[in-house]
């Protein structure tokens, strides 16, 4: 907000966060090749066979582990991969 505060002559009309389908408990967490992997055929594959395994594994991983995770090591969730949506909208009107 402090940027939107910062331009000239302009009168905030919206500002809104747009997270359909965002998991926020996943926000921040860092997960291993295994899991990365797992994630990824749940929300992307269109393999009936990678998707059941996923399915298998992805609700035991994410309830145990996931979720209640502090990995330091790992790579980020790019949830924005499947279909997360994660954006800011902010509508500005330039006074005159």
Same mark, same amino acid.
């Given at each position: 907000?402090?940027l939107?505060?910062?331009?000239?002559?302009?009168? *905030?009309?919206?500002?809104?966060?747009?997270?359909?389908?965002?998991?926020?408990a996943? !926000?921040?967490?860092?997960?291993g090749?295994?899991? *990365?992997?797992?994630?990824?055929?749940?929300?992307?594959?269109?393999n009936?066979?990678?998707?059941?395994?996923?399915?298998?594994?992805?609700?035991?991983?994410?309830?145990?582990f996931?979720i209640?995770?502090?990995?330091?090591?790992?790579?980020p969730?790019? !949830?924005?991969?499947?279909?997360?949506?994660? !954006?800011? !909208?902010?509508?500005?009107?330039?006074?005159?």
């Open positions: 907000m402090s939107i505060k910062s331009l000239p002559n302009a009168i *905030l009309i919206s500002a809104e966060i747009q997270d359909k389908n965002y998991d926020h996943l !926000q921040g967490k860092k997960l090749k295994f899991s *990365l992997k797992i994630y990824k055929w749940k929300m992307r594959t269109n009936r066979t990678k998707k059941f395994i996923s399915n298998i594994f992805y609700s035991f991983l994410y309830k145990n996931w209640k995770s502090n990995n330091t090591s790992g790579k969730v790019d !949830q924005t991969l499947g279909n997360a949506l994660a !954006q800011i !909208q902010v509508v500005l009107q330039k006074a005159t």
